[in-house]
C-alpha cells in the first residue's frame, strides 16, 4: 500500500538548532511533494512543496526541503530554529496515478528559548 | 483572499446522536475534500468532490457518514449516528482542481468530541 513515512514524532530543540525532519514515501512513478506545518490551534498551512524541477525547493520562514528520488526522501530542513517554529510538521505526498494526497503521521516540533 | 471557511468549529455531542459539519470553500475552487485527523494522526481523505460529484469517497463509512455538495460549491458532512470513535478534527480542503500538481488549502477544522 501506498503510504508516507516520518520517524521522527516528537522533536525538541532549542533555539539556533538546526532541524531536519525525515519523511519518506514508499510511490512509484511521479509524484508531487508537500510539506505542511500546523500551528498550535491553526490550521494546515502549505510550508513548502515540489512538483518538478530543482529538487531542493525553499519556502515560507526559511525552511527548505530536498527531494532526493533515489531514496524516495522529502526530508525538510532548516539551519537556524526559532521558538515560534514549535508546531507540527506533516508531509504529504500525491501521486500522478492516484491524485490522493496522502499525509505522513506528523512530527511534533518543540523549540525551547 | 477567504480560506476555506468551516463551521462549527467546536462539538461535542452524545453517541448516537447526529452531527453536520459545513464548509465553504475557496472560491474558484471545484474540487473539495473531506479529511478526517485522529489525535496523533496525519489527516486522512474521507471524500474527494470534482464540483457537485463525489469521484472518491472509499474511504467514507457510508453506514453511518453522508456527504453532499448541492451545486458544487459549499459541502456538508453529516454524520448519524455518532460514535465514540468518530471524535476526531474534520478537516475541508480545496483545490482549483484535482490534477496532481495543485496545491490544497485546508480550513480550520471541525473538533468533534463525542461523549
Known amino acids: 500500500a501506498q503510504s508516507v513515512s516520518q520517524h521522527n514524532h516528537h522533536v525538541i530543540l532549542s533555539e539556533a538548532a538546526s532541524l531536519e525532519l525525515g519523511c519518506n514515501y514508499s510511490y512509484g512513478g511521479t509524484v508531487n511533494l508537500f510539506w505542511y506545518v500546523q500551528y498550535p490551534g491553526q490550521h494546515l498551512q502549505l510550508l513548502l512543496k515540489y512538483f518538478s524541477g530543482d529538487p531542493l525547493v525553499k519556502g515560507i520562514k526559511g525552511f527548505e526541503a530536498e527531494f532526493i528520488k533515489s531514496k524516495f526522501s522529502f526530508n525538510l530542513r532548516k539551519p537556524s530554529v526559532q521558538w515560534s517554529d514549535t508546531a507540527e510538521y506533516f508531509c504529504a505526498v500525491i501521486s500522478y496515478n492516484t491524485d490522493k494526497l496522502i499525509f505522513g503521521t506528523g512530527t511534533r516540533l518543540q523549540v525551547f528559548p | 483572499e477567504a480560506g476555506v471557511v468551516q463551521s462549527p468549529r467546536y462539538k461535542i455531542i452524545e453517541k448516537k446522536q447526529p452531527v453536520a459539519f459545513w464548509c465553504n470553500p475557496i472560491?474558484?475552487?471545484?474540487?473539495l475534500y473531506w479529511y478526517r485527523q485522529n489525535l496523533g494522526q496525519g489527516p486522512e481523505l474521507l471524500i474527494r468532490y470534482e464540483n457537485e460529484e463525489a469521484v472518491d469517497d472509499s474511504q467514507l463509512p457510508k453506514d453511518r457518514f453522508s456527504a453532499e455538495r448541492l451545486k458544487g460549491v459549499d459541502s456538508t458532512l453529516k454524520i448519524q449516528p455518532a460514535e465514540l470513535g468518530d471524535s476526531a478534527v474534520y478537516l475541508c480542503a480545496s483545490s482549483e482542481d484535482s490534477l496532481s500538481g495543485n496545491t490544497i488549502y485546508f480550513g480550520e477544522g471541525s473538533w468533534l468530541t463525542v461523549v
Open positions: 472560491s474558484g475552487h471545484n474540487t
